[in-house]
């Protein structure tokens, strides 16, 4: 159906004909919307999920207030399935659940009683078990709903109200931070010290031209509640909450522990935020079982309330640093975390933020609330005046109040006929009760009708002014900061902070345990490593229709060069390779390989020396060994090859050699001295060989008076007068002995 035709409805008004494209393109919108806007993305005022707000506003309307009795969880949930938040049960008490969690939630807004899950990742006991009431922060959350201080909306089904706001007397988006995925966008805010952040917002409140440098130099970064240490640069940290955008390393808190005979130990005492502490001891002990954690000798759990992992070394002789930086790079000990600033604004819109927005934010809401309070205040003053007013009446006419109250077939309207008095006042009197006449002294009545002036004619002057309103915001956070700050128990910062840690070179033979091996790769790409060096002969099986095209002596130890036909060199741990069950492993699970590209070369790579490289059109150059090594996975651009060509070879240069052998497909060989080829990092390269209508197919380095040596059936041929072949580079080079191979090609494995 054309997507241009309107929508259209028959003459029974009940079908709706449209293009299906339109149709999905806004049911898809309204379901991403409302993914963003009522599950996943936090409000930045309260800091609060949808699912989160309605748990928190039921437990206030059971009265589960810091200092009630504890209620089951279940009648929590019970109350807020059914009349504010119509999803399942479970999902609504695991979010419960994660507000009590004090290793989940740095502040958290229920208390629990029961078991409410651990940081070994174990789940929460039963709702019917477990018992729950607000903490004093949930309690701040909520300070001032009953005073008209945010907007209330109609329940899914319309038989009540939920606020869609909370008044938030507490920085709850960045104090707890916040996780979410929604469609298109996802958010995770890190959780911050409180006394950090309000020192941030009296700043804010004091001058509101701060700049985001200045705030940064009071927020210095995250505090997770679990503790841990913040390994990076302040120009990382500053970066990402300029951008709303970016990443931190966080790594376990640990000592060292001396034992009796010049023994130690490692004890972890904080684990890393949202590591669960049974998988990370998993792993670790895995790492060891398979040999990849050499340096560590045991791991033990000995926690009990407190984190307590005891690392043995192999040896007393181990270094700590080296030991625990090999833990870092290889499991959870150090983790990133993400920051991503995304939240709705003030006005509902998803955004990214940085660091300022997200506390102008809150502090304009909390203006709008002290604002929203101030107004319900004087208009329950002024009623209350007006009322005072009318006791005065009667207490200036008390005879002549009671003669019509008791005469009068509508004494109200004769009230407000004799003394000129509102149906508030004339329904007061009224209503009064006999026994309250006695507490009708004018001296009473006159101090109570002064003192509400004198709030009334504050309150006005503070609706009034901008400024008086900043300084009454001001004076909020410090109350808070004194409540939840630095010298209480909850606010004391946990997370230390930290600048990149120090290199420290692991030496390999201590990192892993040196042993032989053969790495293998067949045609297709599949990598393995057999465990020993296989005798040549030895019959490998592969995959139907795969080969072998690589097998070399390696140790565990070694690093592998694996040049690409693109011209990018990658470096592979022989340690991480895929062992010799079965076919292997392909090779681009280890490295970031083009999709257009091939493994045209894989050898070990010498500890130092230089290295050969080529391509097809006789192209190469000596690159040092140092150059080609990468730790990523992308690998380093070290042949540039322009299109047909391609990168042919990767040879290494024995520490003797003095010469280079190249041989092209069309059987020319030359042999030039070694010291008129460049030494590069990257590049190009020379002409090795000059070709017409053929290309490179080996090259060799090699010392001109060792001859070169190559199979001819069975029979190994050594031909030491080269001098018909040695010629200048770039050369065409000349036919090659009698017997050499077809296709022409060098025997490296005879030298």
């Given amino acids: 159906m054309n997507d241009l035709i309107p929508p259209q409805e028959d003459d029974k008004g009940s079908v709706i004909l449209e293009p299906f494209s339109r149709a999905l393109s806004e049911r898809y919108l309204a379901y991403a919307l409302s993914t963003i806007t009522s599950r996943s993305l936090p409000d930045a005022r309260d800091g609060l999920k949808p699912v989160h707000r309605r748990l928190v506003y039921a437990m206030r309307e059971l009265g589960l207030n810091p200092a009630a009795a504890f209620k089951k969880c279940a009648r929590v949930v019970g109350d807020v399935m059914g009349k504010y938040h119509p999803h399942g049960d479970q999902a609504i008490y695991d979010a419960m659940a994660r507000l009590a969690q004090d290793f989940a939630v740095r502040y958290p807004l229920v208390d629990g009683q029961g078991n409410f899950g651990n940081i070994d990742g174990d789940n929460p006991a039963a709702m019917r078990y477990t018992e729950a009431r607000l903490t004093a922060v949930a309690e701040a959350l909520l300070s001032g709903i009953e005073e008209d201080a945010i907007d209330f909306r109609e329940t899914y089904d319309g038989e009540g109200k939920e606020p869609i706001v909370l008044p938030s007397a507490f920085p709850n988006l960045l104090a707890n931070g916040a996780q979410g995925i929604a469609v298109g966008m996802a958010t995770n805010i890190p959780p911050h010290n409180v006394d950090e952040l309000c020192e941030a917002l009296l700043l804010l409140v004091k001058r509101r031209t701060t700049s985001l440098d200045e705030i940064l130099d009071l927020v210095p970064g995250p505090d997770f509640p679990t503790g841990g240490i913040l390994c990076e640069s302040p120009e990382v940290v500053r970066e990402a909450y300029r951008t709303g955008r970016g990443a931190v390393r966080l790594r376990a808190r640990w000592e ?140 200036l006419n008390l005879d ?74 001001g004076a909020e956070i410090r109350d808070m900061r004194k409540t939840f700050g630095k010298d209480t128990a909850l606010g004391r910062r946990r997370t230390s902070i930290q600048g990149p840690p120090a290199e420290i070179d692991i030496p390999r033979a201590a990192d892993i345990e040196k042993e032989p091996i053969t790495v293998v790769c067949s045609t297709e790409g599949w990598l393995r490593a057999m465990k020993g060096h296989l005798e040549p002969e030895t019959e490998l099986k592969y995959r139907e229709g795969d080969s072998e095209r690589f097998r070399f002596y390696a140790q565990t130890t070694d690093r592998i060069l694996a040049l690409a036909s693109d011209g990018r060199v990658f470096t592979l741990d022989a340690s991480k390779l895929p062992g010799g069950r079965g076919s292997g492993e392909p090779i681009r699970l280890q490295a970031d390989i083009a999709a257009d590209a091939e493994i045209v070369e894989l050898i070990p790579a010498p500890q130092d020396g230089r290295v050969l490289v080529a391509s097809s059109d006789g192209r190469g150059f000596l690159a040092p060994v140092e150059s080609l090594t990468a730790q990523t996975r992308a690998g380093r651009m070290v042949l540039n090859v322009t299109p047909p060509s391609k990168a042919a070879l990767m040879r290494i240069v024995p520490k003797d050699s003095d010469s280079i052998a190249v041989v092209g497909e069309n059987r020319r060989l030359l042999i030039f001295p070694l010291d008129e080829l460049p030494e590069m990092g990257r590049g190009k390269g020379v002409i090795l060989q000059r070709y017409k209508n053929a290309e490179m197919s080996d090259a060799l380095a090699f010392k001109l008076t060792n001859g070169l040596k190559w199979r001819t059936g069975d029979r190994i041929r050594h031909e030491t007068d ?7 580079r770039a050369a065409a080079g000349s036919p090659p002995p009698f017997g050499f191979p077809k296709p022409p090609k060098f025997d490296a494995g005879l030298d």
């Fill in 256 to 395: 060292k522990e001396d034992l009796p005979r010049g023994q130690w130990q490692i004890v972890v005492t904080e684990i890393p935020y949202q590591v669960s502490k049974s998988r990370l001891i998993e792993k670790t002990a895995q790492l060891l079982e398979e040999k990849k954690v050499f340096l560590l000798g045991d791991i033990q759990d000995e926690s009990a309330e407190d984190v307590r992992i005891v690392l043995t070394p192999k040896s007393r002789s181990v270094d700590p640093r080296q030991m625990m930086e090999q833990l870092f790079k290889l499991t959870e000990f150090e983790t990133r975390i993400s920051i991503n600033l995304n939240a709705l604004d003030g006005e509902g819109s998803p955004r990214v933020m940085d660091l300022r927005e997200l506390l102008e934010i809150f502090l304009t809401h909390r203006r709008e609330v002290l604002l929203r309070r101030s107004q319900h205040r004087l208009n329950a003053i002024a009623r209350r005046l007006e009322i005072l007013k009318g006791y005065m009446v009667v207490y």
């Fill in 400 to 473: 002549e109040v009671i003669r019509i109250v008791r005469e009068e077939d509508d004494p109200k309207s004769k009230l407000i006929e004799t003394f000129n008095l509102s149906e508030l006042q004339a329904d007061s009197i009224l209503n009064m009760r006999l026994r309250s006449l006695r507490k009708l002294e004018e001296l009473e009545i006159k101090k109570e009708i002064a003192d509400l002036e004198e709030e009334q004619s504050g309150l006005q002057d503070l609706v009034g002014d901008t400024d008086k309103q900043w300084r009454k915001v």
């Fill in 722 to 728: 080269l001098t018909s072949w040695c010629g200048k």
